[in-house]
């Protein structure tokens, strides 16, 4: 039963893709420790953490990696960047195939209760309580492409140019790596005669509602596809409220969600 839940949680297919990107094991110079787990073990241990989001302290022993050993190559993975990349990874392999729409890139976020931490802050639809924010930017039909993190009471709208420009260059099926949609939308949060001048300077046309002007009506046919992106990513129950006392460990639990999701839609066109 534990080697068919540890192939559900990382297939073959994802790991063949995770594992060249994963960081060597470096032993202690000064020898000692403890006897090195293996690369798969450790990683389905975190990818159970990020979809069961139990504690670590509770991480099932038939894992084959103990609770603190799983922590610890997490934090080391985390900083070295691994879910960032494998989010890109997957990104190629979708875009190789051409399965990603780059006819319009759409923005989102969405707050969830945070207990401690950095990047969090007091939640204004919320009572004031702590939270974090997620933002999300997904393509056309809602593959997210790029994720981040602040605090529940940043304005949405000062996430919009960071996602943008932190989107990644993806392979296509031919010609060179792209990263630049025909269309950007987004909700009202996002409206500002600095964005639309901002997106026109880069040769994207904005689909931004108007306050005042446009209902939310009108972004609702492509609304609902960021909705659900940010839906698949809460399905991840690690995000559903957030533990993690470092910001950084938050975004790479939702990066390697992000990761995940990309992944599900791969595995569809390889059965």
Known sequence: MAVDLARELVPDGLWKIAAPLIPPFRPRQQGG???????????????????????WRYLPPTFGTSPATAHRRFTTWTKAGLWRRLHRAVLDELGARGELDWTSAIIDAASVRAKRGS?????PVDRGKNGSKLHVLSEAQGIPLAVAVSGANVHDSQAFKPLLLGLPAIRSRRGPRRRRPVKVRADKAYFSAEHLAWLRSRRLIPRIARPGIESGERLGRHRWKIERSIAWLFGYRRLAVRYERKGSHFLAFLGLAAALTCYKKLAKLTT
Do not use: M
């Open 119 to 123: 990047l969090t802050g007091p939640n």
């Open 33 to 55: 420790g403890t006897a090195p787990v293996a690369d798969r073990k450790v990683f389905t241990a975190v990818v159970y953490v990020l979809t069961s989001g139990c504690a």
